[in-house]
């Protein structure tokens, strides 16, 4: 199984414009196992080190910005100085749960926003990121 899993990534990387390197292919298999989710460099190089992957904390951060630059992944920088990584590339917003730092995907269809600004001359509007900050209510 895992023999398909890798094969399957290696076509992924190579239709992003990547060589598939054993480093890249090891990554992006730890990254894209667990479905759409939302991780720093070092929760992936945690990750990386649990299952015996030998890369340095440089090269787990190198290889999402790689993977950000072929449009695999997103960019989701937050106030607290944290960068996440976003597996779903799909234009969606987010939660974050203060205290245990948590991002947690809102739907889209759950979100309409209105009155955007006119961006600059010869500007388009790309992206709009909505992050919603949460926090247990203090009783």
Known sequence: MAVVADLAIETR???????????RVALADL????????????????EAA?????????????????FTGAGMIRVLALENAKTYFDTNVADHNHFFVEGPNEVLDIAMSNLEIDNLP????????AHVDVVIRLRPIQR
């Open 118 to 125: 006119e961006p600059p001359e010869g500007m388009e509007i």
């Open 13 to 23: 990387l190579r239709m992003a414009g990547l060589r598939p390197t054993r480093q």
């Open 50 to 66: 649990a299952a015996n992957v030998p890369v340095s904390l440089a090269t787990v951060y190198n290889t999402l910005h790689q």
């Open 31 to 46: 990254l894209f196992a667990k479905g759409d989710r939302h991780l720093t460099v070092e929760q992936l190089h945690e």
